[in-house]
């Protein structure tokens, strides 16, 4: 059985930063495609940061610069570094795996950035 846990959110100020961290189960994150997306109140839930099974990342043009997806094989993590964190970036933030043709989620971590 698939698992994602999100760890790392809470309140932080404007030009702060802050790391989350999404633990995997049943599923090996370095050769998966994962990703990071949030979703504001009252907005859709949005794409922040994707890793393919090769590596190959991608931002959304709203992050470029301040956000980092990355990987740990040893503790079977993801990350996003988030840095010079704006109140936009304000969300509930979750992470996926691909894992057999599945698509599965975390149940999200609150970034809440205060002005």
């Known amino acids: 059985q698939v698992r994602l846990v999100e760890s790392g959110g809470g309140l932080v100020q404007a030009g702060g930063s802050q790391r989350l961290s999404c633990a995997a189960s049943g599923s090996t994150v370095s050769i998966n495609p994962m990703g990071w997306y949030r979703q504001a109140p009252g907005k859709q839930r949005e794409m922040v940061a994707t890793i393919s099974s090769s590596g190959t990342t991608t931002y959304a043009d709203s992050v470029k610069g301040r956000f980092t997806i990355s990987r740990d094989s040893a503790k079977n993590t993801l990350y996003l570094q988030m840095n010079s964190l704006k109140p936009e970036d304000t969300a509930i933030y979750y992470c996926?795996?691909?894992?057999?043709?599945?698509?599965?989620w975390g149940q999200g971590a609150q970034v809440t950035v205060s002005s």
């Open positions: 996926n795996i691909v894992h057999r043709y599945t698509l599965y």
